[in-house]
């Protein structure tokens, strides 16, 4: 009886620590991101952008690779509206910005054009919304309408604010497609909300810290696109170190899904395998010969990226950033599918 009962105590202690390192790590994770930010907030996004965007835009195409069914069937309304969203709505935006630079075009009719892609992207997205609540499992979201009647009045009472509010809000999808993905892993998952609850702690902290801070210096163009993209032109009367920190430390929690924790927790295989476990190289030889030419190239990629970032970081920043509204916006499709 009392080997019994050790046995059982012991298996008790092992599962009630691993549960508190479950937690541990990614909340210590989250306070050095965090620390760093706030500590470094040029020096870590220059460092965190060059390191990190080639390889989180590869794994996270690999990730939308292997969850797309192998053959549409029924979905192809949904998935075929997802593709036509995304490459209209890519195409929109890097015609605005550059076309906005090269012609130069006035703030107002700037906002204008900013006001009409927004008011595009959220009826987008209500049109997946109502396609994705037709499959099954069935989802019943009547507010959705409504709803997107509040965005569109928010987006064309300041279209710039709203746009800064896409670029605050991006590296949270990773989070939520994160939870979404832990289903399988419900251990796991209860650790990442009890991380997820302590996000606004850490952020409230962070800026209680830097709220009287004095803004960043330096007038370099690097340094400049870096507190525009912060929302530092928009947002006069906050301080333009807690601004690019906060974007900073979201940023890290960006790359930490995609490079680290969706790859370490092994949801789904192995980023560089392409094999039969893959739905869409179930179709054929053909298609999984394409898809591994698809990752090698993409896989390329990213090392010219890292070439043309030590060749030139500025001007490789601001195409990249520019060229990135593809991922963002591909990532919307995939989190819609997963609720």
């Known amino acids: 009886m009392s080997s019994v009962l050790l046995h059982h105590g012991l298996r008790r202690w092992v599962a009630t620590h691993i549960g ?3 937690t541990f790590w990614p909340l210590l994770a989250m306070f050095v991101a965090a620390l760093l930010a706030g500590m470094l907030p040029i020096a870590v996004t220059i460092a965190s952008v060059f390191l990190f965007a080639g390889p989180h835009n590869w794994l996270e195409a690999r990730y939308l690779l292997s969850r797309m069914p192998a053959r549409w069937g029924k979905l192809r309304p949904f998935f075929f509206t997802a593709v036509v969203g995304v490459v209209a709505l890519t195409i929109a935006f890097i015609t605005l910005g550059w076309g906005g630079r090269a012609w130069e075009l ?6 204008i054009g900013y006001g009409l892609w927004s008011s595009g ?11 994705r609540a037709r499959r099954a499992p069935r989802r019943h979201w009547p507010w959705i309408w409504p709803l997107a009647a509040v965005a569109w009045a928010m987006i064309w009472y300041e279209p710039h604010y709203w746009m800064l509010g896409i670029t605050y809000l991006h590296p949270l999808l990773a989070l939520w497609i994160l939870d979404r993905e832990l289903q399988t892993k419900p251990a796991w998952r209860m650790a990442f909300r009890r991380c997820l609850a ?17 803004n960043l210096s330096g007038q370099d163009w690097v340094t400049g696109q870096i507190i525009r993209q ?3 032109g ?4 906050v301080s333009t170190h807690l601004l690019v920190a906060t974007h900073t430390f979201l940023e890290l929690l960006h790359y ?9 927790l092994g949801l789904g295989i192995e980023p560089w395998r392409i094999d039969k476990k893959l739905p869409l190289a179930q179709r054929s030889t053909t298609w999984r010969r394409g898809l591994s030419g698809f990752m090698i190239v993409g896989a390329c990629l990213a090392l010219v990226l890292w070439c043309c970032f030590l060749a030139d970081y500025a001007l490789t920043r601001d195409i990249y950033f520019t060229l990135s509204v593809f991922h963002v916006l591909a990532e919307m499709p995939f989190l819609l599918w997963l609720l």
């Open 198 to 214: 302590c996000l606004p702690l850490v952020l409230l902290l962070l800026w209680w810290h830097l709220a009287k801070s004095p």
């Open 20 to 22: 508190v390192w479950r």
């Open 234 to 237: 928009l947002l006069k009367d």
């Open 106 to 111: 006035s703030t107002e009719r700037l906002a």
């Open 121 to 131: 992207l959220v009826l987008w997205l209500c049109l997946l919304a109502r396609l």
């Open 256 to 264: 930490g899904v995609w490079i680290v924790a969706l790859p370490l």
């Open 230 to 232: 912060a929302g530092g």
